[in-house]
């Protein structure tokens, strides 16, 4: 064999024997890539499955408040008539209007008015406690102003509201207003009132229901003045004098008994 040919043998099998672990490595680059490519993304598919389950959470607890904060406050108080006070229209005197308001939960309820123009109103009682389905009837006070620019007096609208809030409270206890700011994170509006007024020289379904309530909430008022009577019978008269029924009974008994001896 000439010399040139076996040079170009031998350097035809160094090149295809040099190229094969070129080729090698190659493929194993290529593998180690594809590797490496398939845990990056089954990683990046694991992080965004929690951030989409955190986000998920995220939305559906707001959802929540604000589904919450939509829904209408739970109605402590049951009151007649629900959104309005009626007055009868008597320009320069002071009028009175009534409502009833009765506590409709389980728990003990504490209630309080609160007006825009406390110099010109007040309530009987401004506030109080209420035993489940307790009741009373408050009388509200008003001054009413003469009306302005020739108004025909039905005409004139009030720019004065009521409102009442109220505040669970555990068992019976002593009502004091500072309560509501104690627990002001607690405390509920009941209800916005606003003022209506009434012909008084014109008969209506309003005006009859207005005076039957004020005569209600006038028997009330009397009967919560008359000393209250102990669960034992004792009755407390005066400044906390309590008057037994036994030692009235003594006393009838030993006074008999004097009149007995007197006459013999």
């Not at 190659?26 to 180690?32: A, G, I, P």
């Not at 990683?43 to 965004?48: F, G, L, M, R």
């Amino acid at each position: 064999m000439p010399i040139w040919q076996t040079i170009n043998a031998i350097s035809s099998s160094s090149s295809s024997s040099t190229s094969a672990p070129s080729s090698s490595s190659s493929s194993t680059s290529s593998s180690s890539m594809a590797s490496n490519n398939g845990s990056g993304n089954v990683s990046h598919q694991s992080q965004s499955h929690q951030m989409g389950e955190r986000s998920s959470s995220y939305s559906t607890s707001t959802m929540s408040l604000v589904a919450k904060s939509l829904l209408p406050t739970r109605r402590k108080l049951r009151l007649d008539p629900p959104t309005k006070l009626f007055f009868p229209y008597e320009p320069g005197k002071q009028v009175r209007s009534a409502i009833a308001i009765k506590n409709i939960c389980k728990s003990h309820v504490a209630f309080k008015f609160q007006t825009t123009a406390p110099k010109s109103c007040y309530m009987r009682p401004p506030g109080a406690i209420l035993a489940p389905g307790e009741s009373l009837i408050a009388t509200v006070f008003k001054f009413v102003e003469p009306p302005e620019n020739n108004e025909r007096p039905l005409d004139q609208k009030s720019r004065v509201k009521f409102k009442i809030m109220s505040l669970k409270v555990k068992g019976e206890m002593e009502y004091v207003p500072e309560m509501f700011d104690e627990q002001m994170d607690q405390v509920s509006v009941e209800q916005i009132l606003k003022v209506v007024f009434l012909d008084p020289e014109s008969p209506s379904p309003a005006l009859e229901k207005l005076k039957r309530q004020l005569a209600e909430a006038e028997a009330q008022l009397e009967a919560r003045k008359k000393p209250p009577q102990d669960s034992t019978g004792a009755r407390v008269v005066g400044e906390g004098l309590v008057i037994d029924e036994w030692k009235e009974r003594r006393e009838r008994y030993l006074a008999q008994q004097q009149v007995e001896i007197g006459s013999v």
